[in-house]
């Protein structure tokens, strides 16, 4: 018998079952994965880019902004900081982007379960929920591994983002059990596959440039920075940021696509100035590839150029040669990919969906049973790349487990 139990022993469980404890709640966590906090030691890449020092509104997606700040203001990522220190872990920031000095995620994990064990919080590894019911004084969990009870539960699962890391989507089978409706779950933070057969041609190329989604021919989304192409499609971080909108879309049988802006710091007018001036220079035997050799990689220039028909400037008649500026203009600015599907859960950063925010009160407990709380990717929040995602477990989580060991007390 505990007076809070959480199911769920990532970052949002840890942090839940410490503040819990904190707040005088005799705490377990039942984990059914065998390494809590798996999840977090594959965090910015090995890094853990654990928050960011730049906040706001627009960092996180969810059905309810407001909602996201009241949570964010209660636990900040000053607060994050603060409570790292105390467990000896020192932050570093790249342009805002904090990461513990050490440069390792385990860090951030192994400061977590030292903190959990000093507070005498009991994890259960390997435990297999098979129900959890709201009783009179509390609940039940029916496990493979015997009965438990608690006063309070908070749900801190995760989604179903890299399931090896054991988010296999239980916990919006435990919420749906208590009348919770679930956003349906999709992946965020993803690859994306295109259908486009220069793929082939110009895998393993990374390019700076501006990736635009449209939906049913409307721009949803567009982010810039590193994209990575690969012969299913395009991924790196502007890809990652925009995915969410394009599993949403496509779950819906809407078509999508993505324009990619090779010289977004570049307008088209100076663009088709400079290749003019190219031209003019260049010699009888010089290649249209050639020519866009000082402003994209020679594959993606190869490409681009494809579409002329032309090996060389004197190929085309001069006459003709302004429309084939033109025409490599707006292949530099306007290369239009058909997105078919995204990588899918297995390599997706985040979830999409969940349990929506207008069934939770601001202290993060079900509007639908007393006692209940949620924390972290469960819930429907996901944040974009930059330490936002673990934010959020860190507020969320805290919130929670505050929350429920009040109700417990």
Same mark, same amino acid.
């Given at each position: 018998?505990?007076?809070?139990?959480?199911?769920?022993?990532?970052?949002?469980?840890?942090?839940?079952?410490?503040?819990?404890?904190?707040?005088?709640?005799?705490?377990?966590?039942?984990?059914?994965?065998?390494? &809590?906090? %798996?999840?977090?030691?594959?965090?910015?890449?090995?890094?853990?880019?654990?928050?960011?020092?730049?906040?706001?509104?627009?960092?996180?997606?969810?059905?309810?902004?407001?909602?996201?700040?009241?949570?964010?203001?209660?636990?900040?990522?000053?607060?994050?900081?603060?409570?790292?220190?105390?467990?000896?872990?020192?932050?570093?920031?790249?342009?805002?982007?904090?990461?513990?000095? &050490?440069?390792?995620?385990?860090?951030?994990?192994?400061?977590?379960?030292?903190?959990?064990?000093?507070?005498?919080?009991?994890?259960?590894?390997?435990?297999?929920?098979?129900?959890?019911?709201?009783?009179?004084?509390?609940? !039940?969990?029916?496990?493979?591994?015997?009965?438990?009870?608690?006063?309070?539960?908070?749900?801190?699962?995760?989604?179903?983002?890299?399931?090896?890391?054991?988010?296999?989507?239980?916990?919006?089978?435990?919420?749906?059990?208590?009348?919770?409706?679930?956003?349906?779950?999709?992946?965020?933070?993803?690859?994306?596959?295109?259908?486009? %057969?220069?793929?082939?041609?110009?895998?393993?190329?990374?390019?700076?440039?501006?990736?635009?989604?449209?939906?049913?021919?409307?721009?949803?989304?567009?982010?810039?920075?590193?994209?990575?192409?690969?012969?299913?499609?395009?991924?790196?971080?502007?890809?990652?940021? !925009?995915?969410?909108?394009?599993?949403?879309?496509?779950?819906?049988?809407?078509?999508?696509?993505?324009?990619?802006?090779?010289?977004?710091?570049?307008?088209?007018?100076?663009?088709?100035?400079?290749?003019?001036?190219?031209?003019?220079?260049? &010699?009888?035997?010089?290649?249209?590839?050639?020519?866009?050799?000082?402003?994209?990689?020679?594959?993606?220039?190869?490409?681009?150029?494809?579409?002329?028909?032309? %090996?060389? !400037?004197?190929?085309?008649?001069?006459?003709?040669?302004?429309?084939?500026?033109?025409?490599?203009?707006?292949?530099?600015?306007?290369?239009?990919?058909?997105?078919?599907?995204?990588?899918?859960?297995?390599?997706?950063?985040?979830?999409?969906?969940?349990?929506?925010?207008?069934?939770?009160?601001?202290?993060?407990?079900?509007?639908?049973? &007393?006692?209940?709380?949620?924390?972290?990717?469960?819930?429907?929040?996901?944040?974009?790349?930059?330490?936002?995602?673990?934010?959020?477990?860190?507020?969320?989580?805290?919130?929670?487990?505050?929350?429920?060991?009040?109700?417990?007390?």
């Amino acid at each position: 018998m505990y007076d809070v139990i959480v199911v769920g022993g990532g970052a949002a469980g840890l942090m839940a079952a410490i503040w819990a404890t904190k707040e005088g709640a005799h705490t377990a966590i039942l984990d059914h994965h065998t390494v &809590s906090g %798996k999840k977090i030691l594959a965090t910015g890449n090995g890094k853990c880019n654990f928050t960011n020092e730049l906040q706001g509104e627009s960092c996180y997606r969810s059905d309810s902004p407001a909602f996201v700040l009241h949570i964010l203001k209660q636990f900040s990522e000053k607060d994050t900081v603060a409570f790292f220190e105390e467990l000896g872990v020192l932050s570093k920031s790249r342009q805002g982007y904090l990461y513990p000095r &050490s440069g390792q995620a385990a860090t951030i994990r192994n400061a977590l379960l030292s903190q959990a064990e000093q507070l005498g919080i009991v994890i259960f590894q390997e435990i297999g929920i098979r129900k959890i019911q709201r009783k009179e004084n509390g609940f !039940v969990f029916d496990t493979k591994n015997g009965t438990f009870q608690a006063k309070s539960c908070i749900l801190a699962t995760g989604g179903k983002a890299a399931p090896k890391t054991g988010s296999d989507g239980s916990g919006y089978i435990y919420a749906k059990s208590f009348g919770h409706q679930i956003e349906t779950p999709l992946p965020a933070l993803t690859a994306l596959y295109a259908d486009a %057969k220069w793929l082939k041609q110009t895998s393993g190329v990374r390019a700076d440039a501006t990736v635009s989604l449209f939906v049913e021919n409307q721009c949803v989304a567009e982010d810039t920075g590193e994209v990575q192409f690969a012969d299913y499609g395009i991924s790196g971080i502007p890809v990652f940021q !925009v995915s969410r909108y394009a599993s949403i879309a496509l779950a819906q049988r809407q078509s999508v696509r993505a324009e990619l802006d090779f010289i977004p710091d570049y307008p088209a007018e100076q663009i088709e100035v400079f290749l003019s001036k190219q031209i003019a220079n260049a &010699s009888v035997h010089e290649s249209w590839q050639q020519l866009l050799s000082g402003i994209v990689n020679e594959k993606l220039a190869g490409m681009l150029c494809a579409g002329l028909h032309a %090996k060389h !400037v004197s190929d085309i008649p001069e006459k003709r040669r302004p429309a084939a500026i033109k025409k490599l203009m707006q292949a530099l600015k306007r290369t239009t990919l058909t997105i078919t599907d995204t990588r899918g859960f297995d390599f997706a950063q985040v979830t999409c969906g969940g349990v929506p925010l207008n069934e939770l009160t601001e202290e993060m407990e079900s509007r639908l049973v &007393s006692g209940l709380y949620f924390a972290g990717e469960v819930v429907n929040v996901d944040g974009i790349c930059g330490g936002y995602n673990l934010q959020w477990a860190w507020s969320s989580g805290t919130v929670a487990g505050k929350n429920a060991a009040k109700q417990a007390g």
